[in-house]
């Protein structure tokens, strides 16, 4: 067999990214997972935020933001700016040599500007490519990537992209040169039966129970694209996939959901 | 004597900016530069025009920004999310292998929270110290660097920082490993006799003209600490520093100011 290192990719969403002390206590346990890693960060809230600050009325659709001018102006900044260089501060603070991206910085994520034959989402992208020999070399020299959730199209438009399939994408392509795993933090203890009950965590999903659990719509529209990343990314060669909240990183016994094929 | 490889860095600063196709035209002539090269911007009017949109009201000492909690959130929105990454962007469809930093990236450029014993500058930071070894690994690896006008202290505090004195601190310190070039871009042709005279530029400056031309006040406050950058960098091994409209990077017979000790 091959001898490939491990690699830890984790995803954190705008709970914790807007709760300043529950975001530098992650920081902090981030920084002392040992080994290779990257991180990944959403920020939803934050954008909104700032649109509305601004006169913009922010737009959803299926749980999608539909990105005009102005809005893509705005995650930009938000996102790649705001969040982006705060963590990145963080976790030098923390001893971590952190150097955040986006998708167009070195040609990380090039993606393509969504073309949907109904909905017209504006500047959000498709990953296309992610350019791996360039990430494989700053993470072997030490260096931990930190993703916002901003990618281009090599044509010199910026593209919002979901950060959810940021971080399956990175963890696919990577999977070729490192033992990945993949880690989706949020504010539940891992994926749930009961919406309502943070005691009913499924500890083992497969593709069967996800199926059955989509029928019976006990899984709802938030979780579907995160599980349908799971599933695709685990067919594409990622290693092992964990959802739950972010104190799984610390303390390995702690509950949350493993996603297997 | 050293072998040391050619360096260029270039500042440019909010005219280029602030014009799109002037943008546009200046970031495929710098990617047309051969050799290795680093981009540092500025971007004062975009941030106070974000700053008022959303009920800032700016201030400035003595041409500085002063640099409360408020507007440090914006001037990183601004230059390290929406002006750094665009740029990048553009030069990756330019095929220039750019990457974006502030300085919180991989420690780049750490500084330090300005103490001055009367003015409140807020949260302004001096740089102290340029990570060299990883900028000289990156730049040899054929990366292009963008850098942004924003540092951090180290301890998790990002910190704004005069765009000019980015340029001359990289250039001080990548000339203990590379031979470099320090071009400053700006609206005019050069550094002018007569102010309002564009044909008035003064093709060589040294330390004698400079102190002569200050007591005749002939030039002014935004040039003094451009200029004293200059004279500074010179002094600590940059060996050449060219100050004029960004045409000059595209045609050497094109009228600009050189320093020279």
Redesign the interface.
């Known amino acids: 067999m091959e001898n490939r290192k491990p690699l830890s990719i984790i995803k954190i969403g705008g709970n914790i990214i807007d709760d300043a002390s529950e975001l530098s206590q992650f920081l902090s346990d981030f920084s002392k997972i040992q080994g290779h890693k990257i991180l990944v960060h959403g920020g939803g809230k934050s954008a909104t935020r700032?649109a509305k600050?601004?006169?913009l009325i922010p737009q959803m659709i299926d749980g999608r933001r539909i990105t005009d001018a102005n809005m893509l102006?705005v995650v930009?900044?938000?996102?790649?700016?705001?969040i982006?260089?705060?963590i990145?501060?963080?976790l030098?603070?923390n001893d971590t040599?952190?150097?955040?991206?986006?998708g167009?910085?070195?040609?990380l994520i090039q993606s393509e500007k969504r073309n949907h034959p109904i909905i017209d989402y504006g500047f959000v992208g498709d990953v296309q490519k992610v350019n791996t020999p360039l990430l494989q070399?700053l993470i072997s020299?030490g260096?931990v990537p930190v993703f916002c959730a901003?990618t281009?199209d090599?044509?010199?438009?910026?593209l919002n992209t979901n950060a959810d399939t940021i971080a399956s994408e990175l963890a696919i392509a990577l999977s070729e040169v490192f033992e990945v795993t993949l880690n989706y933090c949020f504010e539940k203890p891992g994926v749930l039966y009961d919406a309502k009950d943070d005691s009913s965590v499924i500890e083992k999903m497969n593709q069967e129970l996800y199926a059955k659990l989509k029928s019976e719509k006990a899984i709802h529209s938030g979780m579907i694209p995160k599980l349908d990343n799971c599933f695709n990314s685990l067919s594409k060669g990622v290693q092992k996939i964990k959802i739950g909240h972010h104190k799984m990183l610390k303390n390995t016994n702690a509950i949350h959901t493993s996603i297997e094929l």
């Open positions: 700032t600050s601004i006169g102006d930009v900044m938000v996102y790649a700016g705001q982006n260089k705060n990145v501060a963080q030098q603070a040599n952190a150097i955040g991206f986006s167009a910085d070195g040609n070399t020299s260096i901003i281009h090599k044509k010199g438009q910026l």
